[in-house]
């Protein structure tokens, strides 16, 4: 009897699972309701950074792209030769390419690029240290954060594409807010690290000493950890960077938009061209800002 009772038990069960199963949740339409309705309550957010800001960000492009090309490359062979240490390999590699990309036309494109990435990791660097801070400091908010961060990293970067759209239509706006959320994670779990991984001891020494909270973060725990926020701050204008083509597919201007153009239209030396440009820039900011990490400058 009590055999009988647990199968039926458990195929009601299974049927039950089966017609539960067997019925779309309705996830795809909760999103959208969900992005309809941010989109309309903050209207009056939304609006005035598509609009004012990103004037801005295109008018500081602009500005750049009318500098001579001379005196802007003149300017990044002395910052690469005094943040290399004075050795020559980074100032001649990044005088041969940026006059490669002038000589190739590219010129105004790598600024709107360059001006993409310098908003897009300012605004993490900006946001990412103090939530890293945050992280270090309490257990439940790391709790909190770190899924948070795994999907920000984990989600193809192509779907970040849709609510900037929304959001702030088309142009150097969503190419910020995409680049933004693609590369936070780095910065935020690195500045939780290096904070983490100072020496206890030291800590109890400021504790001794009787340094406050803002005394102790800032004059012990933020230097112990320069370092490796430092890297963090590496890895998040690198991955800034990475997605100027994928921003360029909503409109961002740059060196993206002459690959995707190239993409589309199967031209093979116009996109090997831009994409070695974007080369050439990554291989530049990486090296210099890994030198500000050594401390050379």
Not at 174 to 180: K, L, T
Not at 218 to 237: H, S
Not at 244 to 265: E, H, K, N, T, Y
């Amino acid at each position: 009897m009590m055999l009988s009772m647990t199968k039926f038990t458990l195929l009601s069960f299974i049927t039950s699972m089966e017609e539960f199963f067997g019925n779309t949740i309705p996830v795809a339409e909760g999103v959208d309701r969900f992005v309809e309705w941010i989109t309309e309550t903050f209207n009056w957010f939304f609006d005035p950074v598509k609009n004012d800001f990103g004037n801005l960000i295109e008018n500081f492009a602009e500005l750049l792209a009318s500098l001579p090309a001379s005196i802007v490359i003149l300017l990044a062979v002395v910052l690469a030769y005094f943040l290399s240490g004075r050795r020559f390999a980074l100032p001649v590699f990044t005088l041969v390419g940026l006059l490669f990309i002038y000589n190739q036309q590219l010129w105004e494109q790598l600024m709107f690029t360059f001006t993409l990435v310098l908003v897009a990791s300012f605004i993490s660097v900006i946001v990412g240290i103090p939530v890293g801070i945050l992280m270090s400091k309490s257990s439940l908010a790391e709790a909190i954060i770190k899924p948070i961060l795994d999907f920000m990293q984990t989600m193809p970067a192509f779907v970040y594409l849709i609510p900037a759209v929304v959001f702030f239509g088309i142009g150097m706006v969503p190419g910020v807010f995409a680049s933004f959320i693609f590369a936070t994670p780095p910065v935020v779990r690195f500045t939780n690290l290096g904070i983490r991984q100072v020496s206890k001891e030291l800590v109890e020494a400021s504790d001794a000493f009787g340094a406050t909270g803002k005394q102790k973060l800032f004059k012990v725990e933020l230097p112990m950890a320069k370092t490796t926020i430092m890297a963090g701050i590496n890895q998040t204008v690198m991955l800034s960077l990475s997605m100027v083509v994928i921003a360029s597919m909503i409109g961002a201007p740059g060196l993206g938009r002459d690959v995707l153009s190239a993409l589309q239209r199967a031209q093979e030396g116009p996109g090997f061209v831009a994409g070695l440009s974007i080369v050439i820039l990554a291989i530049i900011i990486d090296r210099i800002t890994q030198n500000l990490n050594k401390g050379k400058a």
